[in-house]
């Protein structure tokens, strides 16, 4: 048994007495699970290598995906000059970028700061390369869950803290996620409740080039970012999970469910009968029986029932949403993948999501990555 397999993980309340507890351990190079606004983060100090060397192994994460860091909200003197302040502790680094595009990324800050974009900016003396797996840049993100700020505000350094889920899993949106699958190897979860946006932060980069580069699309949406910046994010291209040293954070086939995760080509209404007999196909090649199928929103009982006949079996259905809300889908989308993966089905299929705008484009991004395309039949 690995040391990171040997712990008896306690679960305690984001109160006065769990947010100083979880201080204690992150004050002695130790690593905690802490609620966030998007997803449950494990963390240690940024400023630490050995924190950082036991994210890195109870989540057997690859040595190559840098970690975001955390830090709190500033003192009220500070204002204006939190960049300045971000250089005098160490986390980012004043040279490496145009002046211009310093005073953007102070736009952001101010815009979205506490909340869920995450700049990634040139790296600061404090911060050691494993942290950020070798890359001179550092994301840098001020949560705006009570208890994240509380923790961060009382300690004297910042949390560097990715997702707190066994590599490549479904990001965990509450404590019990967290201890389904950290359980065992992390001393203790702060348990604040479940995440109110459900998907990660958004990731921008400022580039030399002048332009502000979307690495991850995420709960602050993209048509938001772009109206601070007064023009639309440049997008990054998605990257095959083989080439994924040179690109991290855009990792292919990740928050991957267990079971074959497959997408439907059309929302349920306007499946085919080929549609349904390429369903049946994927059902046929599970090693399980039983399918069960993520909706974005529900449907009338005539559209699940004449799914039903024409597999000539029944489903269990999972649903985001009463409408389609995006904020509603969003907060439930990882909930949905575990209790899907956890239902018994052999084999899953979700909706394409309705749309790229807003929300619905992290959605997407984010079930893309956890599925394959139901191949069409000829
Ligand atoms: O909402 C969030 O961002 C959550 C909460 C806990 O804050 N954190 C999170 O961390 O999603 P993680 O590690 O699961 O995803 C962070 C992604 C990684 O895939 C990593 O590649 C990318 O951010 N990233 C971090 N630093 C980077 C850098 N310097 N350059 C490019 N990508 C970076
Ligand atoms: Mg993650």
Redesign the pocket.
């Known amino acids: 048994m690995s040391p990171a397999s040997a712990f008896s993980t306690r679960v305690v309340a984001a109160d006065e007495a769990g947010i100083e507890e979880t201080a204690a351990i992150l004050r002695e190079d130790g690593i905690a699970a ?1 609620p ?8 240690g100090n940024a400023f630490s290598f050995d924190a950082a060397a036991k994210i890195f192994e109870a989540k057997d ?1 690859p040595s190559f ?6 830090i709190p909200p500033p003192p009220r003197a500070v204002g204006k000059r939190l960049i300045k302040w971000l250089w005098d502790w160490g986390v980012i680094h004043p040279h490496g970028l145009p002046v211009t595009q310093w005073g953007r990324v102070s736009a952001l800050m101010d815009v979205f700061w506490p909340g ?1 974009l ?1 700049i ?2 040139p ?1 600061g003396d404090r911060i050691p390369e494993i ?3 070798g ?5 840098v ?1 001020m ?1 705006r869950h009570p208890a ?1 700020a509380s923790l961060l505000r009382r300690l004297d350094f910042p949390l560097a ?5 066994p590599f490549g899993r479904i ?1 965990p949106t509450s404590a019990g996620d967290v201890m389904a699958g950290l359980g065992g190897r992390i001393p203790l979860i702060l348990d604040g409740g479940p995440c109110e ?1 459900g ?5 921008v ?1 400022p580039l030399l080039t002048g332009r502000i580069r979307l ?2 699309p ?2 602050a949406t993209a048509e938001e970012i772009g109206r601070v910046l007064g023009e639309p994010l440049e997008l990054a291209p998605r990257i095959p999970v083989q080439e994924a040293p040179a ?5 292919e086939n ?1 928050y991957a469910p267990e079971r074959p995760l497959w997408m439907l080509p059309h929302a349920l209404p306007e499946l085919s009968g080929m549609d349904r007999r390429a369903m049946k196909w994927a059902i046929s090649q599970a090693q399980r029986s039983g399918a069960a199928v993520l909706a974005f929103r529900r449907h009338d009982g005539g559209v699940r029932e004449s799914l039903e006949a024409g597999l000539g079996m029944p489903l269990q259905w999972f649903e985001l949403s009463e409408d389609g809300d995006p904020v509603q889908c969003a907060r439930e989308l990882f909930k949905a993948l575990r209790a899907m993966d956890g239902s018994g089905a052999g084999t899953l299929f979700c909706e394409p999501p309705p749309g790229q705008a807003g929300l619905m484009y992290a959605i997407g991004d984010r079930l893309g990555r956890a599925s394959r395309p139901l191949p069409a039949l000829c």
């Open positions: 802490i966030t606004e998007t997803v449950y983060g494990l963390a994460r995906d840098p970690l975001i860091v955390h869920p995450t990634v900016l790296r942290v950020t797996a890359l001179p840049s550092v994301g993100r949560p994240a803290a990715p997702s707190a889920n990001s946006a998907v990660e932060s958004a990731i980069q690495l991850r995420g709960a690109a991290p954070g855009m990792l990740h």
